[in-house]
């Protein structure tokens, strides 16, 4: 069974996601750590009601990303962490937890990657006036929402979408494909062939 840790920013609904999918055994893992950025997330809260461990890291208490991350390394270990889950994380993990976790640091980002990295992307993809979106999973490398992907989900842009209804869509597309990344990552399906991340299978296609 891994051990998942979990960073997040805020609300926290792929955080509980992934906690409810170890809890009825669709992830063969157990949540053991929920940190993040910003110490009022409601996320932590949702985490903790569920028992899991929080811890409050605020990167502006520490004297540089280094230390900060310093801290969070110290953390994971304690937890004897062997899989980190980014679940609306808003920060870039740097070399320091890159290194220390390489090919174990998954990010959920809202839109199908390579399209529409960075901030906004459900904006981003209603300014570009595509038809579809979605979600995609993928392990995080030093860029931007560049790193391998491993599960994507489509979802249609409708005529009248807002940014709030294109994100709930994307959204409810979200959580199922976290927990199929995860639950794939979890049984050892993964499997890398020339940079590309295979065997987490398909939804909707
Ligand atoms: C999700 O839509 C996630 O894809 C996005 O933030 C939201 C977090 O919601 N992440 C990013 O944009 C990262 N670049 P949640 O806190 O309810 O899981």
């Known amino acids: 069974m891994k051990r998942i840790a979990i960073f997040l920013s805020g609300r926290g609904s792929n955080a509980e996601a992934l906690i409810a999918a170890c809890r009825t055994g669709e992830i063969d893992g ?3 750590l929920v940190t993040g950025d910003n110490p009022t997330a409601p996320g932590l809260a949702k985490a903790r009601a569920y028992g899991i461990r929080t811890e409050e890291a605020d990167p502006r208490q520490f004297a540089s990303k280094v230390d900060y991350e310093s801290h969070l390394l110290r ?36 839109s199908l990657l390579p399209s529409f990295p960075g901030l906004h992307a459900q904006e981003q993809a209603l ?5 579809v979106s979605g979600c995609t999973v993928h392990f995080i490398d030093s860029g931007m929402d560049t790193g391998p992907i491993v599960a994507q989900t489509a979802v249609p ?46 939804e909707g296609i």
């Open 30 to 32: 157990e949540v053991v």
């Open 75 to 110: 953390l994971l270990s304690e937890a004897g962490t062997d899989l980190i889950c980014l679940a609306g994380y808003m920060r870039l993990v740097g070399p320091l937890l890159l290194g220390a976790y390489r090919r174990r640091i998954l990010n959920i980002h809202p």
């Open 127 to 131: 300014a570009a006036g595509v038809k």
């Open 157 to 202: 842009v409708a005529d009248d979408d807002t940014a709030d209804t294109l994100s709930a869509r994307i959204l409810q597309a979200e959580h199922p494909t976290y927990v199929r990344a995860v639950a794939a990552y979890c049984r050892g399906d993964l499997r890398w062939e020339d940079g590309r991340v295979l065997g987490a299978g398909q």
